[in-house]
């Protein structure tokens, strides 16, 4: 026994002096260039990237959003996924910065861990809400599939299902159910 216990401690003591030796990563390469940081601060402060300008960023002078009328608010899709004037002009200085990049031959970099993307009616990664959406529609109707195989075409056993792993099966399903919706969620914004 005390031969398993010194032999864990040193497995703990490798992790440790291991974990020392990982690099700490702050940032995307994209939000760290200096130039999208710029962009980023210049238009939360004048509402504008370039040409274009956003009525909803101007602020009053307590910082919260100007109460103007209707027509000067954001979109009420845009509110409902949340972006607000600093999502706007993040992700603009990035359409912007990634023009820049193409010009000069580079290739696309991340922003806020995520690549670049043209945002369609709000949501900036369409094609992998749609493909989560899919993933947890299939898992919806696997788990469905099962739910009605075992308790109503399968034999029971006084009260319970024949098979015995019946539960642990149900949640794994809930748990993949879970992980499909709150991925759309994460790929819409």
């Known amino acids: ?48 990237v370039g040409e274009r300008c956003f009525p909803y960023c101007n602020l009053s002078s307590n910082g919260i959003l100007g109460s103007g009328p209707w027509y000067m608010q954001e979109p009420l899709y845009l509110k409902w996924k949340q972006w607000d004037c600093q999502g706007d002009c993040r992700y603009y200085c990035m359409v912007e910065r990634e023009r820049e990049r193409q010009a000069l031959g580079n290739g696309p970099v991340k922003y806020h861990g995520k690549w670049p993307f043209k945002r369609i009616f709000g949501l900036q990664e369409a094609a992998s809400v749609a493909f989560s959406i899919l993933n947890l529609a299939m898992h919806f109707h696997g788990w469905l599939s099962f739910f009605i195989l075992v308790y109503y075409k399968l034999p029971l056993k006084q009260n319970r299902t024949y098979y015995e792993y019946t539960a642990l099966w149900h949640i794994y399903a809930l748990l993949s159910l879970n992980s499909w919706f709150w991925s759309a969620v994460f790929h819409s914004r």
């Open 1 to 48: 026994m005390r031969d398993q216990t010194m032999m864990d401690r040193r497995w703990i003591l490798l992790f440790m002096v291991l974990s020392c030796g990982v690099k700490v990563s702050h940032a995307s390469p994209g939000d760290a260039d200096p130039t999208y940081r710029s962009c980023v601060k210049d238009c939360t402060m004048n509402g504008c």
